[in-house]
């Protein structure tokens, strides 16, 4: 079993939808947990971290995190072509971070 | 402004030869990593280190190695041992206690 799992996409979602992301973990005593945002041959960058169980809401984006179930989410509201990346789902194992295969979420127009 | 270099963008390696990739942060972070990505994959830790002169394996270190002799850099060598080395490296580094990485721009590694 992978360490961090995201649902398989591509998902394609039409601009001013919102675009649903989970991901799942199999190390229960996971603290910290990251969304990041990742263009075609850039880098990752960070959009969301969560700690605590319950929903965290920054501009667009809510992180959900339920550690009983393993289990966080990004939620991407008023979707822009702009959003249009691979997300990737991460979470801190041991002070390193173990990162998912990432979602891509492409917004049509 | 501070920020983690990595240099250069774009490395191409002959068979059998060994390469190092450079990785340079002065935002007076602890801990430094290093990541591979394949195409429509997540990163795999290769190696990291969290003070300096100490670095410990990650999940698929065979084939290269590492340095940390400055707080501020953290090279990567990939050695002629690595069969299948093309791919996209990444850079990270944080605190300690990590609240999230900072990431380099990355270097992408290319066999001819």
């Known amino acids: 079993q992978k360490e961090v799992e995201q649902n398989s996409g591509p998902l394609s979602v039409p601009e001013g939808a919102i675009a649903s992301l989970n991901c799942t973990y199999s190390?229960?005593?996971?603290?910290?947990f990251f969304w990041y945002r990742q263009y075609s041959g850039k880098s990752p960058e960070l959009i969301m971290s969560i700690y605590s169980n319950g929903d965290k809401e920054d501009g667009r984006f809510t992180a959900q995190l339920n550690k009983a179930s393993q289990y966080v989410s990004l939620l991407i509201r008023d979707s822009q072509p702009s959003d249009s990346a691979t997300y990737l789902c991460?979470?801190?194992?041991?002070?390193?971070?173990?990162f998912g295969a990432g979602t891509t979420v492409t917004v049509r127009a | 402004d501070g920020g983690i270099t990595q240099s250069p963008k774009y490395l191409f390696r002959k068979e059998g030869q060994n390469v190092t990739l450079s990785c340079e942060q002065n935002?007076?972070?602890?801990?430094m990593y290093w990541y591979r990505q394949d195409p429509g994959q997540g990163l795999r830790l290769i190696y990291y280190s969290q003070i300096v002169n100490d670095f410990q394996k990650g999940d698929i270190a065979e084939g290269y190695s590492v340095s940390r002799e400055k707080k501020e850099s953290f090279p990567l060598t990939v050695t002629s041992a690595q069969k299948n080395p093309t791919a996209f490296y990444l850079c990270?580094?944080?605190?300690?206690?990590?609240?999230?990485?900072?990431f380099g721009s990355g270097t992408r590694l290319t066999v001819v």
């Open positions: 935002l007076n972070h602890d801990a």
């Open positions: 190390d229960r005593g996971s603290q910290s």
């Open positions: 990270a580094s944080s605190t300690q206690g990590a609240l999230g990485y900072t």
């Open positions: 991460a979470v801190t194992n041991d002070y390193k971070l173990s």
